[in-house]
């Protein structure tokens, strides 16, 4: 009887850590976006359409063009910090809006970049055209 009484508690607090879960972990947040959305926006960038979302506030989603042209959507932001996805035309890894910095790979579809000063990110493939990105600056 008891347990009838409390499984609201339970759902509810199984549901709050989950979203915890995903606002301290920016790749799972990328993953679940792309799951979620991936389709979708691929169309509308395909057939040339600003994506739209409600998740999506101005700002979040740019076109940066270049040898590689890439859809690049910032999900989060913390301090001098950004994490995002995006769609590669060409399939290839590219750096933090589309800069020419050098990837290195580290491991299995996961790249690293460096730059002036501090400056730093990594990309990881999570699927087809789509990848995931942190730049810490």
Do not use: C
């Amino acid at each position: 009887m008891k347990l009838k009484k409390r499984w609201p508690v339970l759902v509810l607090a199984g549901a709050l850590l989950a979203a915890l879960a995903v606002q301290l972990n920016p790749i799972l947040e990328a993953r679940i976006f792309v799951a979620l959305h991936g389709e979708e926006l691929e169309r509308a960038i395909l057939e040339k359409d600003p994506p739209t979302l409600p998740v999506l506030q101005e700002g979040d989603f740019t076109t940066w063009t270049g040898e590689h042209t890439m859809e690049e959507f910032l999900l989060t932001a913390r301090g001098s910090t950004y994490y995002g996805v995006y769609y590669s035309h060409d399939d290839v890894p590219l750096a933090f809006q589309n800069t020419s910095v050098k990837l290195t790979q580290n491991g299995h579809a996961y790249w690293v970049w460096t730059a002036e000063g501090d400056n730093h990110g990594a990309t990881q493939r999570l699927r087809e055209h789509w990848y995931y990105f942190e730049a810490h600056f």
